[in-house]
T-cell receptor
Framework: DTGVSQDPRHKITKRGQNVTFRCDPI?????LYWYRQTLGQGPEFLTY????????KSRLLSDRFSAERPKGSFSTLEIQRTEQGDSAMYLC??????????FGQGTRLTVV | SQQGEEDPQALSIQEGENATMNCSYK?????LQWYRQNSGRGLVHLIL?????REKHSGRLRVTLDTSKKSSSLLITASRAADTASYFC?????????????FGKGTHLIIQP
């Protein structure tokens, strides 16, 4: 499978705990994006990397959220001190330059 | 507020009929993209249309773009049960491709067998 992969697919955590998600983009893609989607809504942009550089961050990305792409390949999204409002599907996508983005299957986070 | 807004929010048609979904947006764009999402799954890219293009086809899909009206439409011809999904339009914010794509709330399409 050479598509975008995300791990884990599902995560249940207690409020206040930290969680980390991983995204492996398509290998030749230099751009990587994180989105968040809640039920009945479209995806909301969180942040974007070009190679290892984080170029844009949405104001939705509070201080509790941090994303890295250390070697310009895979990326991690960490949420510290999770809150119930963080419950959502977290989507990762990758693209090559200005072409269409390919999305992973997402990580569904439930904060209890 | 969201850049793209799809209309209608929900659409139910009989298999074999054509389905038309519309998208309106607020600011100038470099391109507009349509995506499909099956329940609980990731998004699948359908078509990208650039601001200097007016129409694009891909199989049973036809997309039009009217930059003067800031609107786009997606037509699915000869619909099939497998077309049941949510469809989103997305516009670029920062200059092209998917960097900072802004999505609407989507149109939920149901194809009745």
């Amino acid at each position: 499978d050479t598509g975008v992969s995300q791990d884990p697919r599902h995560k249940i955590t207690k409020r206040g705990q930290n969680v980390t998600f991983r995204c492996d983009p398509i290998s030749e893609h230099n751009r990587l994006y994180w989105y968040r989607q809640t039920l009945g809504q479209g995806p909301e942009f969180l942040t974007y990397f070009q190679n290892e550089a984080q170029l844009e961050k949405s104001r939705l990305l509070s201080d509790r959220f941090s994303a890295e792409r250390p070697k310009g390949s895979f990326s991690t999204l960490e949420i510290q001190r999770t809150e119930q409002g963080d419950s959502a599907m977290y989507l990762c996508a990758s693209s090559f330059r200005n072409t269409e983005a390919f999305f992973g299957q997402g990580t569904r986070l439930t904060v209890v | 507020s969201q850049q793209g807004e799809e209309d209608p929010q929900a659409l139910s048609i009989q298999e074999g009929e054509n389905a038309t979904m519309n998208c309106s947006y607020k600011t100038s764009i470099n391109n507009l993209q349509w995506y499909r999402q099956n329940s609980g799954r990731g998004l699948v890219h359908l078509i990208l249309i650039r601001s200097n293009e007016r129409e694009k086809h891909s199989g049973r899909l036809r997309v039009t773009l009217d930059t003067s009206k800031k609107s786009s439409s997606l037509l699915i011809t000869a619909s099939r049960a497998a077309d049941t999904a949510s469809y989103f339009c997305a516009t670029d914010i920062y200059g092209g491709g998917a960097d900072g794509l802004t999505f609407g709330k989507g149109t939920h399409l149901i194809i009745q067998p």
